[in-house]
């Protein structure tokens, strides 16, 4: 009963350096997106895939990196880490984006600071 | 530029009492809505939905309205209960669009 898998769970970073948040569902889910939680922001969209292969952007995408070479796996790559992009980082799928009865399901968060 | 609004940060209820919240857009192409609620640690978890099509749906203790014509949605939870304080997120989408936009959330208290 896993459904959406992020690790890790929390993590320091310096400034500048790189990493990548891990995202894992076993849903078969076509649609998975990666979404940022600051204080007074919501959640607001980074990245998204509506299946294998393919990728776009969301509302705050710069500094982030996605690819999608399997159904089950979408990464996020910081490229070189900000104190801006200190934040909760959770990651959804779906069955499809043009199936709305069918909701996201969201991982349990990856908390990010970096110094 | 928001396109889905949630002007209360916070809210406190009663337990027992109706907890009502509130939810407004500004792009009238979103025709589906969504409510997610989460605790603390933990994601965001589906309550219900609504399509623009229908103007109310019902759950058990949550129901959730749609004024086209204002822009705006609201959740009701009937009786709240303890259980209820979390966090609440509304969202939009449009039909067959692949973005899912949320507002910044209230912050529901149940208080005993």
């Known amino acids: 009963n896993a459904g959406v898998t992020q690790t890790p769970k929390f993590q320091v970073l310096k400034t500048g350096q790189s990493m990548t948040l891990q995202c894992a569902q076993d849903?078969?889910?076509?649609?998975m997106s990666w979404y940022r939680q600051d204080p007074g922001m919501g959640l607001r969209l980074i990245h998204y895939s509506v299946g294998a292969g393919i990728t776009d952007q969301g509302e705050v995408p710069n500094g982030y990196n996605v690819s999608r070479s399997t159904t089950e796996d979408f990464p996020l790559r910081l490229l070189s880490a900000a104190p801006s992009q200190t934040s909760v980082y959770f990651c959804?799928?779906?069955?499809?984006?043009?199936?709305?009865?069918?909701?996201?399901?969201f991982g349990d968060g990856t908390r990010l600071s970096i110094l | 530029d928001q396109q889905v609004k949630q002007n209360s940060p916070s809210l406190s209820v009663q337990e027992g009492r109706i907890s009502i919240l509130n939810c407004d857009y500004t792009?009238?192409?979103?025709?589906?809505f969504l409510w997610y609620k989460k605790y603390p640690a933990e994601g965001p978890t589906f309550l219900i939905s609504i399509s623009s099509i229908k103007d109310k749906n019902e759950d058990g203790r949550f129901t959730v309205f749609l004024n086209k014509s204002a822009k705006h949605l609201s959740l009701h939870i009937v009786p709240s209960q303890p259980g209820d304080s979390a966090v609440y997120f509304c969202a939009a989408t449009r039909n067959r669009d692949d973005k899912i936009i949320f507002g910044k959330g209230t912050r529901l208290h149940i208080l005993p």
């Open positions: 959804a799928s779906s069955y499809s984006f043009t199936r709305l009865d069918q909701p996201q399901h």
């Open positions: 792009n009238s192409m979103f025709d589906y």
């Open positions: 849903m078969n889910h076509e649609y």
